[in-house]
Nanobody, 115 residues
Framework: QVQLVESGGDLVQPGGSLRLSCAAS????????MGWYRQAPGKQREWVAR???????YYADSAKGRFTISRDNGKNTVYLQMDSLKPEDTAVYYC?????????WGQGTQVTVSS
């Protein structure tokens, strides 16, 4: 059974930082492409960042220069370091594992950026 468990969401002031974590089980983590997505109220889910099994990294334009995705294959965990947060970053953030041509999703963690 594949499980993805996100954590680290919180209320933070504009300009602040957060680090999200996503712990995976039930897959060979080192073989999975891992991604972060987000969904703001009333909007469609959008892609934020992706890290492939080989380590290649890609960012959405909204994340470039502010967010950093990384992975620890020894801990089966992917991270999203978010700096210089803006109110428009407010959303539920979801972890996604692409493994054997299937996408698995976590339950999401709420990030709220507000003063």
């Amino acid at each position: 059974q594949v499980q993805l468990v996100e954590s680290g969401g919180d209320l933070v002031q504009p300009g602040g930082s957060l680090r999200l974590s996503c712990a995976a089980s039930g897959i060979i983590f080192s073989s999975a492409a891992m991604g972060w997505y987000r969904q703001a109220p009333g909007k469609q889910r959008e892609w934020v960042a992706r890290i492939l099994s080989g380590g290649s990294i890609y960012y959405a334009d909204s994340a470039k220069g502010r967010f950093t995705i990384s992975r620890d294959n020894g801990k089966n965990t992917v991270y999203l370091q978010m700096d210089s947060l803006k109110p428009e970053d407010t959303a539920v953030y979801y972890c996604c594992a692409t493994y054997q041509a299937y996408n698995y999703w976590g339950q999401g963690t709420q990030v709220t950026v507000s003063s």
